[in-house]
């Protein structure tokens, strides 16, 4: 099974479900800014994708910087409690799989956590190529 932590508006989130689905999944789409966060699935996802809660904050386009949390000495405890309260905080999309849980920015790093990827040659929406017409990662410019 694979769930995405998806922001419809966020051109990033839309790529990587349109990625996962071409590539043959029918994944759980978790829309958080609907859904909200509990402290236990935070908490679960940012172990279990090895990142911490300074490095899953979304510090543009979110009220980060009006909330003064991106200073370098507020605590995690902190970063979490304004997340749970602000969802938007929490920057995207967090994709799980069998093969691990990442935050997926670009959004060909997703192709980390799938088997199948999606028939080449592949575009993003704003028309970068990630995938040749062999299937596989186009060299970046």
């Not at 071409?22 to 279990?48: C, S």
């Not at 799980?96 to 956590?113: H, I, Q, T």
């Not at 990827?117 to 410019?141: M, N, T, V």
């Amino acid at each position: 099974m694979i769930v995405i932590h998806h922001n419809p508006e966020c051109g990033t989130s839309r790529n990587v479900l349109q990625i996962i689905q071409d590539a043959g999944y029918a994944p759980v789409i978790v829309e958080y800014l609907q859904d909200g966060w509990t402290r236990n699935q935070l908490m679960g996802l940012f172990a279990a994708a090895n990142i911490t809660p300074r490095e899953a904050l979304r510090t543009t386009k979110s009220p980060a910087k009006e909330l003064g949390l991106l200073d370098e000495n507020v605590a995690d405890e902190t970063l979490i409690t304004a997340m749970l309260e602000h969802p938007v905080l929490v920057n995207r999309p967090i994709v799980c799989s069998p093969k691990g849980v990442k935050l997926c920015r670009p959004s060909e790093a997703v192709l980390d956590l799938l088997d199948k990827w999606p028939a080449g040659p592949y575009f993003k929406e704003d028309g970068e190529q990630i995938l040749d017409a062999q299937g596989r990662l186009s060299e970046r410019k």
